[in-house]
């Protein structure tokens, strides 16, 4: 084997990513029914209804849902990619929403209007040269399966899932071959409304509920997957991690050892869709906390025939740890909180910015699987002020996304980590899942739209939108 240098590959997939919840609004257009984040409002009630513990299952009228109308791109998609092309992506992440397919989540027959829909995405990205990357389910649980069977919890989710997979898959064979099944997968365990469509009601077990949708989910994952690959040999299938790994606040061994229990219980997930089969530790937890778990044989089967070809993860940050948690001052971060590392900045919504902690979660993933891997979201959450003509200076956003790239380039040309590609998360300006806010930009292009939902929608290309354009042409060599 030689020893040369490796570089990043030619065919690195250079991108942005987008989701149909945050971005696409369109909610009563086009024979959509509604889905779980429909009902998700911006406010302080958000978080309480995000986790399953109060539910919200009709709209109100006091509440303001930011994703009813997202920044729009079911009325401006084309316009939208046409900016992604001049940006000059290679791979374009989006999500098709479950309900503009199937409005009830398991009718009989698709609703062609939304299967045109995308069909016309489809066909423009591929117009534009641009590979689109497309996640199944994020954050998506269609509202009426939520009414019918308390959404994940029920077997009968695995059914209506995998027929949706099976359709698009058909549907769009030729247009599309990468494919997220389930966008962070772990979401279930930290916001159980938003990533299963749980709602708790007193006295519920929440803790066998929820491992018992995980693993729902990860059969139909799996059944999906297998479909995916049936239906046409040359799709590639990929799980989706909330990702950045635990380090121990301390060299206390009690430290390091939270830090291995804290990584297992995220990788859980990974560690069955990538190698087919139920971690020991995992069997372990479901022993010692008595969880009564519905799983067949067929299942195990299902999970062991049909592992991803690929692993994706979302990295904004990496977590700390402790045995003795008590003692430490928390910060926020993507979905759970973390002891403040004294070593890193913050964003200005408390998220600790740590490029070398995607070098390292590289690392661990690619050990622990030795499958390619794709960063499928990164960037930087941040207050824009743009100028009178939207224009926006966004150095910081540039530094940020420069110091990860350095950081996944090194693990890529020193690590030798095989990486398919990078895709910056919400390359235009859209709601934030966890707050639901506009503020929250994390886009090489400006979005006028605040908060409340008021703004006329003009899109702009920030400095950063010029910047990633070099950085895409030069395959990552240019990052000035
Ligand atoms: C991930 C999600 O959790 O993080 C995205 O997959 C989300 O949907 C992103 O938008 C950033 O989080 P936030 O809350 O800042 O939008």
Redesign the pocket.
Known sequence: MSLQKIHLPDNFLWGGAT?A??AEGGMRSGGRGLNNIDLLPLGEDRMAIAKGKLSNLERRQTYFYPSEEGIDMYTHYLDDIDLLAEIGLKVYRMSISWTRIFPNGDDDVPNEEGLAFYETIFKKLKACGIEPLVTLA??DVPLALIQKYGAWRDRRMVDAYVNYAKTVFERYQGLVKYWLTI??IN?LLHQPFVGGGLVFSEGDNTAEITYQAAHYQLVASALATKAAHLIDPENKVGC?L?GGSHYPYTCRPEDYLEAIHRDNGEYFFIDVQARGYYPRYALKKIEREGLRIQMTEQDLVDLRENPVDFVSF?Y?SSRTVSAFEDDYATTTG??FKSIKNPHLNSTE?G?QIDPIGLRSSLNMLYNRYQKPLFIV?N?L?AKDEPDENGYVVDDYRIDYTRQHIKAFKDAVEIDGVELMGYTT??ILD??????GQMS?R?GFIYVDRDDEGRGSLKRTPKKSFYWYQKVIKSNGEDLD
């Open positions: 989701a919840n945050q994020h954050f966008n962070e979401i989706m909330a979302s904004y993507n979905l919504w998220w979201e960037g959450g998360w919400g859209i709601t934030a899942a966890s707050t929250k994390y």
